[in-house]
């Protein structure tokens, strides 16, 4: 019996859960809005995933923690798979996948985009094969929701193939043949009559009058139609979603416990607001520390600011200073403490 390589992606099933957060080891939230949900099921089967609720037309997904990526360890070929669930039909799904080179740089991502097709009650799979270049060290494995909608994802799954098992998997198989009927003699050929020229003079004259008027917004309109959801919001049948101006509130609110270990928030995408704040309380009884983190692309991140002190029952905000698409917040206790973690932001 022929021995298969194991899933390389660390905690793929979902099967371990962090020890102080309602989410599976090993993975991140990444992405949504203030009012996108990332809930941790584990069912009666035995099965566990994640479910997304996304309300947004920006993306929101799951992304490998920065120590559980993937090694590649020079094998060139891999089969890729995600197992997931949509709850409307035709749902985009993407999946991202960050090559990481050895001394550290994040390369442009590999992006595929899926859906379920018509079928939402199935749990269905998705499968890529892929060739890694020598120079590629790590893998780093993002996938989610591409706008807004619900998504269960039960499994990821990356292995390296043999090369002769990636050109059996790769290479199409059509169908047996059986047999093949013989061609008879044409007995009596036909003979195709040569084209006959015609030489028909052609005038035409004709006097075209255009009037283009001055365009006005009270008389006229112009309809905007798009292809998907991202980047210009639209609905089923192609029409313009518009939000009106003016100055919107956001606000999130997030329960996390704080120790001698260095722990993370969840990471927010603030690229669409003009304003926000984080605010902590703590509720415990321990002096706590807390400082903002910003990144370009949810992996790398830069300290903001000083680190700040958080005393027992006491609340503080912090206002990071310049922009980054991404942000934190990272804290830590001198023992088990609670905070209470606010996002409020304007728009």
Same mark, same amino acid.
């Given at each position: ?130 060739? #890694? ?6 893998? &780093?494995?993002?996938?989610? *929701?591409?706008?807004? !909608?619900?998504? /269960?994802? =039960? ?111 969840? #990471? ?6 003009? &304003?926000?704040?984080?605010? *902590?309380?703590?509720? !415990?009884?321990? /002096?706590? =520390? ?58």
């Amino acid at each position: 019996m022929k021995k298969t390589v194991s899933n390389q992606i660390c905690n793929g099933d979902f099967q371990k859960a962090c020890e102080h957060e309602d989410f599976p080891q090993d993975w991140l939230p990444i992405g949504g809005n203030y009012a996108s949900t990332w809930n941790y099921m584990q069912e009666s089967q035995g099965r566990a995933g994640v479910e997304i609720c996304n309300s947004a037309s920006v993306k929101a997904g799951i992304i490998q923690a920065n120590n559980r990526v993937i090694e590649v360890g020079g094998k060139k070929h891999w089969l890729v798979k995600v197992v997931f669930q949509c709850q409307e039909p035709a749902l985009q799904v993407f999946l991202y996948l960050y090559p990481i080179l050895a001394n550290g740089d994040v390369l442009l991502p590999r992006m595929f985009c899926f859906n379920s097709e018509s079928n939402t009650k199935e749990i269905v799979q998705f499968r890529k094969l892929i060739n #890694i270049e020598p120079e590629i060290k790590d893998l &780093r494995l993002e996938t989610g *929701i591409m706008g807004s !909608g619900q998504l /269960l994802i =039960y499994k990821l799954v990356a292995r390296p193939l043999t090369p002769k098992r990636f050109r059996r998997i790769s290479k199409p198989i059509g169908p047996p043949i059986e047999h093949i009927h013989s061609i008879g003699e044409i007995l009596k050929p036909i003979q195709l009559a040569t084209p006959i020229p015609l030489n028909i003079p052609v005038n035409v004259q004709a006097q075209v009058h255009g009037d283009i008027r001055n365009l006005t917004p009270q008389r006229d309109k112009v309809q905007i139609y798009g292809s998907n959801q991202v980047p210009l919001a639209t609905t089923s049948t192609g029409r313009v979603q518009v939000d009106i101006s003016g100055h919107g509130f956001q606000e999130s609110i997030e329960e996390v416990s704080a120790g001698q270990a260095i722990c993370y928030s969840t #990471i927010r995408d603030v690229s669409a607001l003009s &304003r926000y704040s984080f605010a *902590i309380y703590n509720v !415990g009884s321990e /002096l706590a =520390y807390v400082q903002a983190q910003l990144s370009p692309d949810g992996l790398h991140w830069l300290n903001i600011g000083k680190r700040k002190n958080v005393e027992p029952e006491a609340v503080i905000m912090v206002a990071p200073e310049g922009f980054l698409r991404y942000a934190r917040l990272c804290f830590e206790a001198e023992g088990l403490t609670s905070l209470r973690v606010w996002v409020q932001a304007q728009n």
